[in-house]
């Protein structure tokens, strides 16, 4: 018995440990899998030794008893309790979940229906309107208690502002970040020099948790609705997915409705085959009775509801050797080591690095040179190690070496606040430069077309360009000189060069490259002062009460114009003909209170045309109801045009969207 209860205590502690570090910290120390197998030993010891429950036992409640798993003053208790799901890993364990279903159900029900979804790899959020306007939005929280994210969930811009049903109506979903975002989130992250977010998931969770909106509208969330769990319109969980489709609200197009067991696992299955594809991250499928009364009957344990299971998919993971470790050095000095692998085969791609995103992770993971280590794909789409491999011992096994110097200048390293990272500081370093060219002409900057890593290179090599003011004053001549380079691909890359110069100044701002000050801290800072000049005047105090940008941006902001080094590229930028002041025609538009989706081949980046919209004060959303205005449709527009002309959406194309928006100036 002491060994029991030895074993009892540990199980509690360590399954408390993972609820904190997953609920408050967001991190996934563990897979779903390992987490399920110490709770399944756990439930089965109570199971067997009934005397030895403890009230604070994992099992006895959803989260965290004194709901410390909630880290925000602002708290909202739910209404209707948010459940967890009870997982499944397998055939077997869904026809055991079916099995004690139909146990249950009244004899005089013949066939039961069960409604099949995708699990999407987020946050899970309640939300509530009353007298059909959103009053209340909240993360899951402890399940009891969440905390209060409303103005966050608004900022959004992808739920109806009001719907037609007055009385109160609960919601369910799960905010996430698309996989494309959260890439894009990260290299802005390591050119900035700040801690990566370990996955899209992640991401999510916490950026729901800013307490600047502004922040949160900019990380580019979205949302899926996969209940009513209030204000049901309808007698089952299918038909009111369809009302909440019919209503605006974004709602994953794969569900479906099946009685048979082969049906079931066939479309759990159908749902794995498109993942790969899909710009969010989803790890299961969730398999639920369609009926409420049967629901009803069924009831719930203390933490899951007796009439859904969750099944996960498991993730694609690769054994491999560590080589080396690379320590690759970002545009503003941040010291990033990569993992230099025996190549290996992985979820259809051949995986030679993956990222060990900090000095910290080296340390967690205990890795060391030789060592046999486990790769997943992050997001299904960055390589990273999730473990070694203690089973295989290396005696030739090395410690990673974390460099005190630059390894591509030699200058001395200093590292940030926290310790994890080191950073080079040295202006001239060759990594530095190039990272801040490439960024001045990347596509969410200047947007050079051409400009990529192979011709700057070439450019630094040969002494062409030194700084981003350069390449406004490029010798046609020299460039021809180069190895590689013909008449006609030198005209084309210095008519990008010249078309880069029309574009805005909070683009011109961003692709500086000024350190922490992100684009949309850019578009934040010009609507506010207007012009280089006025910027450079303003005073940290004067920087900082813009809603949105700290006090630490603030100071980065002033010092980098008090620099000499600085000033002179701004003023060769400025002589060369590049916009430093926010253009008239955008200052006295009159607000477009209309609802817009792009979809389809546009003459530009679809980025593009969200921007332009969005200037003009109206909204860009992601799926097509019959709350949206427009649909703006290029070439090879698919199931996004068939929607708009079955709901009677007015289809423009880019001249027509050109009309409508002078209309406005």
Same mark, same amino acid.
């Given at each position: 018995?002491?060994?029991?209860?030895?074993?009892?205590?540990?199980?509690?502690?360590?399954?408390?440990?993972?609820?904190?570090?997953?609920?408050?910290?967001?991190?996934?120390?563990?897979?779903?899998?390992?987490?399920?197998?110490?709770?399944?030993?756990?439930?089965?010891?109570?199971?067997?030794?009934?005397?030895?429950?403890?009230?604070?036992?994992?099992?006895?409640?959803?989260?965290?008893?004194?709901?410390?798993?909630?880290?925000?003053?602002?708290?909202?208790?739910?209404?209707?309790?948010?459940?967890?799901?009870?997982?499944?890993?397998?055939?077997?364990?869904?026809?055991?979940?079916?099995?004690?279903?139909?146990?249950?159900?009244?004899?005089?029900?013949?066939?039961?229906?069960?409604?099949?979804?995708?699990?999407?790899?987020?946050?899970?959020?309640?939300?509530?309107?009353?007298?059909?306007?959103?009053?209340?939005?909240?993360?899951?929280?402890?399940?009891?208690?969440?905390?209060?994210?409303?103005?966050?969930?608004?900022?959004?811009?992808?739920?109806?502002?009001?719907?037609?049903?007055?009385?109160?109506?609960?919601?369910?979903?799960?905010?996430?970040?698309?996989?494309?975002?959260?890439?894009?989130?990260?290299?802005?992250?390591?050119?900035?020099?700040?801690?990566?977010?370990?996955?899209?998931?992640?991401?999510?969770?916490?950026? $729901?948790?800013?307490?600047?909106?502004?922040?949160?509208?900019?990380?580019?969330?979205? $949302?899926?609705?996969?209940?009513?769990?209030?204000?049901?319109?309808?007698?089952?969980?299918?038909?009111?997915?369809?009302?909440?489709?019919?209503?605006?609200?974004?709602?994953?197009?794969?569900?479906?409705?099946?009685?048979?067991?082969?049906?079931?696992?066939?479309?759990?299955?159908?749902?794995?085959?498109?993942?790969?594809?899909? !710009?969010?991250?989803?790890?299961?499928?969730?398999?639920?009775?369609?009926?409420?009364?049967?629901?009803?009957?069924?009831?719930?344990?203390?933490?899951?509801?007796?009439?859904?299971?969750?099944?996960?998919?498991?993730?694609?993971? &690769?054994? *491999?050797?560590?080589?080396?470790?690379?320590?690759?050095?970002?545009?503003?000095?941040?010291?990033?080591?990569?993992?230099?692998?025996?190549?290996?085969?992985?979820?259809?791609?051949?995986?030679?690095?993956?990222?060990?995103?900090?000095?910290?992770?080296?340390?967690?993971?205990?890795?060391?040179?030789?060592?046999?280590?486990?790769?997943?794909?992050?997001?299904?789409?960055?390589?990273?190690?999730?473990?070694?491999?203690?089973?295989?011992?290396?005696?030739?096994?090395?410690?990673?070496?974390?460099?005190?110097?630059?390894?591509?200048?030699?200058?001395?390293?200093?590292?940030?606040?926290?310790?994890?990272?080191?950073?080079?500081?040295?202006?001239?370093?060759?990594?530095?430069?190039?990272?801040?060219?490439?960024?001045?002409?990347?596509?969410?900057?200047?947007?050079?077309?051409?400009?990529?890593?192979?011709?700057?290179?070439?450019? $630094?090599?040969?002494?062409?360009?030194?700084?981003?003011?350069?390449?406004?004053?490029?010798?046609?001549?020299?460039?021809?000189?180069?190895?590689?380079?013909?008449? @006609?691909?030198?005209?084309?890359?210095?008519?990008?060069?010249? @078309?880069?110069?029309?574009?805005?100044?909070?683009?011109?701002?961003?692709?500086?490259?000024?350190?922490?000050?992100?684009?949309?801290? *850019?578009?934040?800072?010009?609507?506010?002062?207007?012009?280089?000049?006025?910027?450079?005047?303003?005073?940290?105090?004067?920087?900082?009460?813009?809603?949105?940008?700290?006090?630490?941006?603030?100071?980065?902001?002033?010092?980098?114009?008090?620099?000499?080094?600085?000033?002179?590229?701004?003023?060769?930028?400025?002589?060369?003909?590049?916009?430093?002041?926010?253009?008239?025609?955008?200052?006295?538009? *009159? &607000?477009? !209170?209309?609802?817009?989706?792009?979809?389809?081949?546009?003459?530009?980046?679809?980025?593009?045309?969200?921007?332009?919209?969005?200037?003009?004060?109206?909204?860009?959303?992601?799926?097509?109801?019959?709350?949206?205005?427009?649909?703006?449709?290029?070439?090879?527009?698919?199931?996004?045009?068939?929607?708009?002309?079955?709901?009677?959406?007015?289809?423009?194309?880019?001249?027509?969207?050109?009309?409508?928006?002078?209309?406005?100036?």
């Amino acid at each position: 018995m002491d060994k029991i209860l030895a074993r009892y205590k540990e199980l509690i502690a360590l399954i408390e440990k993972y609820n904190q570090e997953y609920y408050v910290k967001n991190i996934s120390a563990i897979s779903d899998y390992e987490y399920d197998q110490l709770y399944k030993e756990l439930t089965q010891l109570e199971e067997a030794n009934p005397e030895i429950i403890i009230r604070t036992s994992p099992t006895q409640f959803v989260g965290d008893i004194d709901n410390n798993l909630v880290s925000s003053d602002k708290k909202i208790e739910h209404q209707i309790r948010m459940y967890s799901l009870e997982n499944s890993y397998s055939r077997e364990d869904i026809i055991e979940f079916i099995d004690k279903v139909k146990k249950v159900v009244s004899a005089n029900v013949k066939s039961i229906e069960f409604v099949i979804e995708p699990k999407i790899d987020g946050a899970a959020v309640s939300i509530k309107y009353s007298g059909g306007v959103l009053v209340e939005a909240a993360t899951r929280g402890d399940g009891v208690i969440g905390e209060d994210i409303l103005d966050n969930i608004k900022s959004l811009g992808v739920l109806p502002e009001s719907i037609e049903d007055k009385g109160d109506v609960i919601i369910r979903g799960e905010a996430y970040m698309p996989i494309s975002t959260f890439n894009k989130l990260n290299i802005e992250r390591e050119a900035e020099g700040k801690t990566l977010f370990a996955n899209p998931r992640n991401a999510a969770a916490g950026s $729901l948790k800013l307490l600047d909106s502004v922040k949160v509208a900019s990380r580019g969330l979205k $949302l899926f609705l996969y209940s009513v769990d209030l204000g049901r319109k309808n007698s089952n969980h299918f038909d009111d997915l369809k009302y909440l489709e019919e209503s605006g609200f974004p709602v994953n197009e794969n569900y479906f409705k099946f009685s048979e067991t082969d049906d079931i696992m066939d479309a759990i299955f159908k749902v794995e085959k498109i993942r790969d594809g899909l !710009d969010y991250e989803l790890d299961g499928a969730v398999v639920k009775v369609n009926d409420y009364a049967i629901r009803d009957e069924l009831g719930h344990t203390s933490k899951y509801p007796r009439f859904a299971i969750s099944y996960k998919y498991k993730s694609e993971s &690769a054994r *491999t050797k560590l080589l080396s470790v690379t320590f690759q050095v970002g545009r503003t000095g941040a010291i990033t080591p990569v993992a230099e692998l025996v190549p290996v085969s992985l979820s259809g791609s051949v995986i030679a690095r993956a990222t060990l995103h900090n000095n910290d992770e080296i340390k967690r993971l205990g890795v060391r040179i030789g060592d046999t280590v486990i790769i997943e794909k992050g997001g299904e789409v960055i390589p990273k190690i999730i473990s070694v491999d203690r089973d295989i011992f290396n005696a030739d096994s090395r410690e990673i070496e974390v460099p005190t110097v630059c390894p591509v200048c030699n200058s001395t390293l200093t590292n940030d606040i926290s310790g994890v990272k080191g950073y080079c500081i040295n202006r001239e370093c060759p990594a530095i430069v190039q990272g801040n060219i490439l960024h001045f002409g990347s596509r969410d900057a200047m947007d050079i077309k051409g400009f990529g890593v192979r011709i700057v290179e070439q450019f $630094l090599e040969h002494n062409i360009i030194k700084d981003i003011s350069d390449i406004y004053n490029l010798d046609r001549k020299e460039i021809l000189k180069l190895e590689g380079f013909q008449s @006609q691909s030198v005209d084309n890359l210095l008519e990008a060069i010249e @078309q880069s110069k029309s574009q805005p100044f909070h683009r011109v701002l961003y692709g500086i490259g000024i350190k922490n000050i992100g684009r949309t801290a *850019t578009k934040l800072i010009v609507k506010q002062f207007g012009d280089i000049d006025t910027i450079m005047k303003a005073t940290e105090e004067e920087i900082s009460s813009i809603y949105g940008i700290g006090i630490g941006s603030a100071s980065i902001l002033v010092n980098f114009f008090k620099d000499d080094i600085n000033m002179k590229i701004v003023d060769r930028l400025r002589s060369s003909g590049l916009k430093f002041e926010k253009e008239p025609d955008l200052l006295n538009k *009159t &607000a477009l !209170d209309k609802s817009f989706v792009i979809t389809g081949k546009l003459s530009h980046e679809r980025q593009y045309f969200k921007d332009l919209i969005e200037s003009y004060g109206a909204r860009v959303s992601s799926s097509v109801s019959k709350n949206t205005d427009y649909l703006l449709a290029g070439t090879d527009a698919g199931s996004k045009l068939k929607k708009a002309l079955e709901l009677g959406v007015k289809v423009i194309d880019e001249n027509e969207l050109n009309t409508i928006l002078s209309g406005c100036s």
